[in-house]
Structure formats: C-alpha cells, structure tokens
C-alpha cells in the first residue's frame, strides 16, 4: 500500500514540475538567461524515473501486479 502512495505522490509531483515549467516558459519568455525552465525539465525527469524505478521495483518484488486482460493467460 506505500508503495502505490509514493508512485501517486511522485505522479503528483511530475504534473506539478510539468506545470510550473508552462508557467516559466510563458513568463520568461523574453529572458534568455532565465533557466527556471530547464530547470523544471529536469525535476520532472527526475520525478518520472524515480516513479518508474519504484513500479518496475512494486513489479518484481511482487507488491504490484496487474489486473489487466491481457495478462490474464501469466
């Protein structure tokens, strides 16, 4: 149960680093030495793998599984 929490809190976090990069691409937009977008680029990469590295370890340790109908026959 953690584990889908951390994975959704992260998700969260994707969206709002996603958000906020809109935000300062929109606002900076005349500034050419403003990095706050590249900046938010980069927490959202960092986001997006920690969130990926947690399900691929939910995956394997057996905490996640799939309900899906194309997995029915594993």
Not at 5 to 20: C, D, E, T
Request: glycine fraction near 8%.
């Amino acid at each position: 149960m953690w584990l889908k929490i951390i994975i959704l809190l992260l998700f969260a976090g994707v969206l709002l680093s996603l958000s906020s990069g809109l935000r300062f691409l929109l606002k900076d937009a005349g500034v050419p030495e403003s990095k706050r977008t590249l900046y938010a680029l980069g927490i959202r990469i960092l986001l997006a793998t920690v969130m990926m590295l947690c399900v691929f370890y939910g995956f394997y340790s057996g905490i996640l599984s799939s309900t899906a109908p194309w997995d029915a026959s594993l």
